[in-house]
C-alpha cells in the first residue's frame, strides 16, 4: 500500500500536534526554592590539601525574577546593604561534634592584620527572555574549603537565595564534608 506523502504529513502533523498538546507546562511558586544535590571535593595532588569543593543545588522559581544585573548596585542592592549578595553561604567546622560558624580570615601582609573573607556571591540574572516565566536549573559553585588556619577537617555550609522581590528561598545544609589535609 502507497500512501500519498500529503496525507503522510498531515497524518504527521496530527500526531505531533497531540503529542505537544500532551505536555504539561511546569509552574512553581514565586518564591525561590532550592535543593541540595552535592558537594564534590577536589584534591590538589601537588599541595597534598583538599582545597576547594563544588557545591551543587537545584533551584526553582514561579516568576523568574532570579539574578542581579551588574549595575543593580542602588538600595536595597547597594554593597553596604542587607541584599548586595542574591547567594548567601555560610560556612561551618564540626568542634566538639557541634557545628559552629565561624568566619574565614585571610592575613593581608599590606596592613598586617586579617581581612574576613565570604563565599557570598551574585549571579546574574536568569530571567527567561520571553514565555514561560517558570525557570529551573542548577547552581555549581566552586568554593575555596582549605581554611589554613583551622585545625578541624569536617566541615559543612548551609545556602538560599534571594530573588529581585527580596523573596528569601528555603535554607539548605551540605552533609558533614572531611577535608583531607
Same mark, same amino acid.
Given at each position: 500500500m502507497n500512501l500519498n506523502p500529503k496525507i503522510l504529513f498531515i497524518l504527521f502533523l496530527l500526531v505531533s500536534l497531540e503529542f505537544l498538546s500532551c505536555s504539561k507546562i511546569e509552574s512553581f511558586p514565586e518564591i525561590p526554592a *532550592?535543593?541540595?544535590?552535592?558537594?564534590?571535593?577536589? $584534591?590538589?595532588?601537588?599541595?597534598? *590539601?583538599?582545597e576547594r569543593g563544588v557545591? %551543587?543545588?537545584?533551584?526553582?522559581d514561579g516568576n523568574g525574577d532570579l539574578g542581579l544585573r551588574a549595575n543593580d548596585t542602588f538600595p536595597p542592592y547597594n554593597r553596604q546593604g542587607d541584599y548586595y549578595y542574591?547567594? %548567601?553561604?555560610? $560556612?561551618?567546622?564540626? #568542634?566538639?561534634?557541634?557545628?559552629?560558624?565561624?568566619?574565614l580570615?585571610?592575613?593581608?601582609?599590606?596592613?598586617?592584620? $586579617?581581612?574576613?573573607?565570604?563565599?557570598?556571591?551574585?549571579?546574574?540574572?536568569?530571567?527567561?527572555?520571553?514565555?514561560? #516565566?517558570? *525557570?529551573?536549573?542548577?547552581?555549581?559553585?566552586?568554593?575555596? *574549603?582549605?581554611?589554613?588556619?583551622?585545625?578541624?577537617?569536617?566541615?559543612?555550609?548551609?545556602?538560599? %537565595?534571594?530573588?529581585?522581590?527580596?523573596n528569601k528561598s528555603n535554607v539548605i545544609e551540605t552533609p558533614p564534608i572531611v577535608r583531607i589535609k
Open positions: *532550592i535543593k541540595y544535590e552535592n558537594f564534590l571535593l577536589e $584534591y590538589n595532588t601537588v599541595t597534598g *590539601i583538599t557545591f %551543587i543545588f537545584s533551584y526553582t542574591n547567594l %548567601i553561604i555560610n $560556612y561551618f567546622e564540626q #568542634k566538639n561534634g557541634v557545628f559552629v560558624e565561624v568566619p580570615l585571610s592575613y593581608n601582609s599590606e596592613t598586617q592584620t $586579617y581581612d574576613t573573607l565570604t563565599f557570598n556571591a551574585r549571579f546574574p540574572v536568569l530571567t527567561p527572555v520571553s514565555g514561560n #516565566k517558570n *525557570i529551573k536549573g542548577m547552581f555549581h559553585d566552586t568554593l575555596f *574549603i582549605y581554611n589554613p588556619i583551622s585545625d578541624f577537617d569536617t566541615i559543612k555550609f548551609t545556602a538560599f %537565595i534571594i530573588d529581585r522581590a527580596l
